[in-house]
């Protein structure tokens, strides 16, 4: 479901009709990122009417796409040139540099093919991976071409018997430069670990490339070096060799720092990183898988008697009788189905407990996240005050040295410069310890760059307090220890007892047999009053604890509301007002001091007024982002 939303202006309409939302639904699953945003962009188009001067951009991921894709269109030409230009520079000669340079487009197929057979979209990864592939392919190239220079300062006859040998000759050492080169790229091909989204196009292009060109480079580049070489003896540059080889290292090198660029994880990327490598949601969801195995053990039978019998005692005939048997015991048939019912409800209850533990998880990431922006950006402000206090201070000491001020003022300038300094470090040192948090909750196996947008709200969604899993878990753990009850009170019910078997008497040759069914019943069952007793008790007692515990979400929920109300109203009062004013306060600072309409001392003052209404929206900001975070993912 997409959201567009817009002003229309309320100086011009009543205020109850200052904002439209249009809420349209549109399948994404299995979908590129550019075709899903072209719908969007075709149904806003088609339903939406925009007063004049109003504009639609769309950002997050899309926006990264596009600068992405600016970006690839400079870099891939770019790439291509820089090939050719490195090509020429080892041979001297534009045939043979558009010979081993055809071995880019036959490159080009495969990976083209392999996408499609792997049913991958084109992406700025696989991009990459091309401009990666570029600079491989060509290694093949160079070695059979510079082989066949090599073969004809030798006496050949003909340019047939020339290539049917170079090609005999270098077979081996294209076959294991593209093999060693495709095979190093198989792992991020079939990773499924965080990040491979990136690689898996990225490897598949190389991948694929690697075998069409090294196919068609066994074949391709001989037809066309056939077609434009004779064979004549001569004397070869002395320094092809040299060239090509150093031509062929550099263009390794320019292809593999393309490999490990990736874009910088934002929240959304960070919480499925997180929901994939975090310990500790791990030992949970083992834990649901754990419960849910349990659930075959309702139906547990015991073990079976085998059992084999020489009687001495009753010997017919001086013969002993052997009897051999089985045995098997099964409780009351209702038993097993009680049991079932308690594992299905301690299995969904451990459920429940693994989305609890996930929810936590993302609260704690997306509340760490919120803390480490604003720590950035109040590392910003205070940057920017560092750089004008530094200033400040070198020109009063200027000044006093001139005598054109005096002593205090220059002293309050060194103050302020290093109070504002550590300040700034504090803040640098916050966002560090901040990121660091982040690194631990996320535990990627590489680390990470975080993205770093400007700190901004973040969207309130109030949850339902009857579908939160907590309660849901209460409520299966409830129904758990009620069907414990019930299935202790199933124990007082008979219990069976099957046993076959066959012996030998030493009278006849057949073998007798006879059967045994019994029946078990609880005579004494004082211990099995007591289990009834006390499942009765736990049951009772579980229940007190969901309705205190389902009181307490209550009262937080309505708490965090009215701080949410209350906060909404002072954020409001900065984004409308404060950081306008604080705008114009240093700038009208500014300009006074410049102009001597103030002096030094109100200048600083005004410059923290300025400054501190900022960095107060910030704080306030991260208050309310908290606040937005504890009702989304909503928990005690």
């Given at each position: 479901?997409?959201?567009?939303?817009?002003?229309?202006?309320?100086?011009?309409?009543?205020?109850?009709?200052?904002?439209?939302?249009?809420?349209?639904?549109?399948?994404?699953?299995?979908?590129?990122?550019?075709?899903?945003?072209?719908?969007?962009?075709?149904?806003?188009?088609?339903?939406?009417?925009?007063?004049?001067?109003?504009?639609?951009?769309?950002?997050?991921?899309?926006?990264?796409?596009?600068?992405?894709?600016?970006?690839?269109?400079?870099?891939?030409?770019?790439?291509?040139?820089?090939?050719?230009?490195?090509?020429?520079?080892?041979?001297?000669?534009?045939?043979?540099?558009?010979?081993?340079?055809?071995?880019?487009?036959?490159?080009?197929?495969?990976?083209?093919?392999?996408?499609?057979?792997?049913?991958?979209?084109?992406?700025?990864?696989?991009?990459?991976?091309?401009?990666?592939?570029?600079?491989?392919?060509?290694?093949?190239?160079?070695?059979?071409?510079?082989?066949?220079?090599?073969?004809?300062?030798?006496?050949?006859?003909?340019?047939?018997?020339?290539?049917?040998?170079?090609?005999?000759?270098?077979?081996?050492?294209?076959?294991?430069?593209?093999?060693?080169?495709?095979?190093?790229?198989?792992?991020?091909?079939?990773?499924?670990?965080?990040?491979?989204?990136?690689?898996?196009?990225?490897?598949?292009?190389?991948?694929?490339?690697?075998?069409?060109?090294?196919?068609?480079?066994?074949?391709?580049?001989?037809?066309?070096?056939?077609?434009?070489?004779?064979?004549?003896?001569?004397?070869?540059?002395?320094?092809?060799?040299?060239?090509?080889?150093?031509?062929?290292?550099?263009?390794?090198?320019?292809?593999?720092?393309?490999?490990?660029?990736?874009?910088?994880?934002?929240?959304?990327?960070?919480?499925?990183?997180?929901?994939?490598?975090?310990?500790?949601?791990?030992?949970?969801?083992?834990?649901?898988?754990?419960?849910?195995?349990?659930?075959?053990?309702?139906?547990?039978?015991?073990?079976?008697?085998?059992?084999?019998?020489?009687?001495?005692?009753?010997?017919?005939?001086?013969?002993?009788?052997?009897?051999?048997?089985?045995?098997?015991?099964?409780?009351?048939?209702?038993?097993?189905?009680?049991?079932?019912?308690?594992?299905?409800?301690?299995?969904?209850?451990?459920?429940?407990?693994?989305?609890?533990?996930?929810?936590?998880?993302?609260?704690?990431?997306?509340?760490?996240?919120?803390?480490?922006?604003?720590?950035?950006?109040?590392?910003?402000?205070?940057?920017?005050?560092?750089?004008?206090?530094?200033?400040?201070?070198?020109?009063?000491?200027?000044?006093?040295?001139?005598?054109?001020?005096?002593?205090?003022?220059?002293?309050?300038?060194?103050?302020?410069?290093?109070?504002?300094?550590?300040?700034?470090?504090?803040?640098?040192t916050r966002a560090g310890i901040l990121e660091n948090q982040i690194q631990n909750l996320v535990r990627s196996e590489?680390?990470?760059?975080?993205?770093?947008?400007?700190?901004?709200?973040?969207?309130?969604?109030?949850?339902?307090?009857?579908?939160?899993?907590?309660?849901?878990?209460?409520?299966?753990?409830?129904?758990?220890?009620?069907?414990?009850?019930?299935?202790?009170?199933?124990?007082?019910?008979?219990?069976?007892?099957?046993?076959?078997?066959?012996?030998?008497?030493?009278?006849?040759?057949?073998?007798?047999?006879?059967?045994?069914?019994?029946?078990?019943?609880?005579?004494?069952?004082?211990?099995?009053?007591?289990?009834?007793?006390?499942?009765?008790?736990?049951?009772?007692?579980?229940?007190?604890?969901?309705?205190?515990?389902?009181?307490?979400?209550?009262?937080?929920?309505?708490?965090?509301?009215?701080?949410?109300?209350?906060?909404?109203?002072?954020?409001?009062?900065?984004?409308?007002?404060?950081?306008?004013?604080?705008?114009?306060?240093?700038?009208?600072?500014?300009?006074?001091?410049?102009?001597?309409?103030?002096?030094?001392?109100?200048?600083?003052?005004?410059?923290?007024?300025?400054?501190?209404?900022?960095?107060?929206?910030?704080?306030?900001?991260?208050?309310?982002?908290?606040?937005?975070?504890?009702?989304?993912?909503?928990?005690?």
């Amino acid at each position: 479901v997409a959201e567009v939303s817009y002003d229309k202006g309320a100086a011009k309409i009543s205020r109850d009709d200052t904002r439209r939302r249009i809420v349209v639904g549109i399948n994404v699953r299995d979908r590129d990122l550019q075709s899903v945003v072209n719908e969007i962009q075709n149904l806003v188009e088609s339903r939406v009417q925009f007063p004049p001067g109003y504009t639609i951009t769309y950002g997050g991921q899309f926006e990264n796409l596009q600068s992405a894709k600016s970006r690839l269109f400079v870099a891939v030409p770019i790439s291509l040139m820089l090939i050719f230009i490195l090509l020429y520079i080892a041979f001297k000669s534009v045939r043979d540099t558009l010979i081993i340079f055809s071995a880019i487009p036959l490159a080009a197929v495969g990976g083209v093919l392999l996408l499609l057979i792997r049913d991958m979209p084109f992406s700025i990864s696989a991009g990459v991976g091309f401009i990666a592939l570029f600079g491989i392919a060509v290694l093949n190239g160079i070695v059979l071409i510079e082989h066949f220079k090599e073969l004809k300062l030798t006496a050949f006859d003909t340019m047939e018997a020339l290539i049917t040998q170079g090609a005999q000759d270098r077979m081996r050492a294209v076959l294991l430069t593209a093999s060693a080169a495709a095979l190093g790229f198989l792992p991020m091909a079939v990773s499924t670990s965080a990040g491979a989204e990136v690689q898996r196009p990225l490897a598949t292009v190389v991948i694929g490339g690697l075998i069409t060109s090294t196919l068609l480079t066994l074949v391709v580049l001989p037809v066309l070096y056939a077609l434009f070489s004779k064979v004549k003896k001569g004397n070869s540059s002395p320094g092809a060799s040299t060239r090509a080889i150093g031509a062929a290292l550099l263009l390794f090198m320019l292809s593999v720092p393309l490999q490990g660029q990736e874009n910088p994880a934002d929240l959304e990327e960070l919480l499925e990183i997180a929901r994939i490598n975090n310990p500790a949601l791990q030992a949970a969801e083992k834990q649901m898988e754990a419960a849910d195995a349990r659930r075959g053990t309702a139906f547990d039978f015991g073990k079976t008697e085998f059992f084999y019998n020489r009687d001495e005692a009753n010997r017919i005939e001086d013969v002993s009788l052997n009897v051999l048997g089985i045995r098997q015991d099964f409780e009351f048939p209702t038993v097993y189905g009680a049991r079932r019912q308690v594992q299905n409800y301690l299995a969904a209850g451990e459920k429940n407990a693994y989305q609890i533990r996930k929810k936590q998880l993302f609260l704690e990431v997306s509340n760490t996240y919120n803390q480490y922006l604003v720590a950035l950006e109040t590392a910003h402000i205070y940057s920017r005050l560092d750089s004008l206090y530094q200033a400040f201070e070198k020109a009063a000491n200027r000044r006093f040295e001139l005598g054109a001020t005096n002593y205090l003022e220059k002293i309050t300038a060194t103050s302020k410069s290093r109070e504002i300094r550590i300040q700034l470090e504090e803040a640098r040192t916050r966002a560090g310890i901040l990121e660091n948090q982040i690194q631990n909750l996320v535990r990627s196996e590489q680390p990470l760059q975080l993205a770093t947008p400007a700190p901004e709200r973040m969207m309130l969604e109030f949850p339902i307090v009857d579908s939160l899993p907590e309660l849901t878990r209460y409520e299966n753990q409830q129904l758990a220890l009620d069907k414990q009850f019930r299935l202790e009170q199933q124990q007082l019910l008979p219990g069976f007892s099957l046993q076959y078997l066959q012996g030998d008497n030493g009278m006849t040759e057949d073998w007798f047999r006879g059967y045994t069914i019994g029946l078990k019943i609880p005579l004494l069952f004082p211990g099995q009053s007591s289990r009834i007793r006390s499942a009765r008790l736990e049951a009772e007692a579980f229940g007190d604890q969901q309705q205190e515990y389902e009181l307490r979400l209550e009262t937080k929920l309505d708490r965090l509301k009215d701080e949410h109300l209350q906060q909404e109203k002072a954020l409001r009062y900065y984004e409308e007002e404060g950081l306008q004013l604080s705008k114009a306060i240093l700038r009208t600072a500014e300009s006074s001091y410049r102009n001597g309409e103030i002096d030094f001392f109100q200048y600083i003052l005004s410059l923290e007024n300025g400054y501190e209404i900022s960095l107060e929206y910030l704080r306030q900001l991260e208050r309310y982002n908290d606040i937005v975070l504890q009702i989304n993912y909503l928990t005690y």
